[in-house]
């Protein structure tokens, strides 16, 4: 089963615009990775949070997590029409990589 | 760095029939692992290699499923007698001993289609 659960599914924003999205998961985990899919490129990490830290940046990514809660947030700031495509957290429950996906959530940045 | 790549990119084929996919990992990636995708989900975990061994299966992975890495390198994911519901996307991914392991890289996918 799905360990990962985002939050909201889809989101529709302008360009320049941030976007937020949240992640829910059930058991203790390792890290947490968030990947981006689309047509064109396939699945692409795009940064990893370990359980002992509490906040990642890379680029305009920002990465959220709160172990307490066992949820975490992916913000993209000044978003980018090439940013629209589906992103999925994964939790690597066993420290074996196995990832457990979530369904993923739909942004799609209008220019 | 060649990227991960997979083999055939599409495959369209009857319901009884056997199919082979091929994973080429990145150069030096020691870990490679099996997802399958279906419309709408988050890719889910098949089974993954340590080199040549095959470390972990999936309850997903029925009997008719079977991945091989004989040499430690390129991997094969056969189905056989597949059925309407093995239509998805199989993904590969490759990780780098060390630190970097935690990092997944992906192929681009094959996708089944079982009429």
């Known amino acids: 089963s799905q360990q990962g659960e985002e939050d909201p599914q889809a989101l529709s924003i302008q360009e320049g615009e941030n976007a937020t999205m949240n992640c829910s998961y059930k058991t203790s985990i390792n890290n947490l990775q968030w990947y981006r899919q689309n047509s064109g490129r396939g699945l692409v990490h795009l940064i990893l949070i370990r359980s002992n830290e509490r906040e990642k940046h890379s680029g305009r990514l920002r990465v959220t997590l709160d172990t307490s809660k066992k949820s975490s947030s992916l913000l993209i700031t000044a978003s980018r029409a090439a940013d629209t495509a589906s992103y999925f957290c994964?939790?690597?429950?066993?420290?074996?990589?196995?990832?457990?996906f979530g369904k993923g959530n739909q942004v799609v940045v209008i220019p | 760095d060649t990227g991960v790549s997979q083999d055939p990119r599409h495959k369209i084929t009857k319901r009884g029939q056997n199919v082979t996919f091929r994973c080429d990992p990145i150069s030096e990636h020691n870990r490679l692992y099996w997802y399958r995708q279906t419309l709408g989900q988050g890719p889910e975990f098949l089974t993954y290699?340590?080199?040549?061994?095959?470390?972990?299966k999936s309850r997903l992975l029925s009997d008719r499923f079977s991945a091989e890495r004989p040499k430690g390198s390129f991997s094969t994911l056969e189905i056989q007698r597949t059925e309407q519901g093995d239509s998805a996307m199989y993904l590969c991914?490759?990780?780098?001993?060390?630190?970097?392991?935690?990092?997944?890289?992906f192929g681009p996918g094959t996708r089944l289609l079982v009429l």
């Open positions: 290699f340590q080199n040549e061994a095959q470390l972990e």
């Open positions: 991914a490759s990780s780098h001993p060390g630190q970097t392991q935690e990092t997944q890289y």
């Open positions: 994964a939790t690597d429950l066993y420290g074996n990589n196995r990832l457990a």
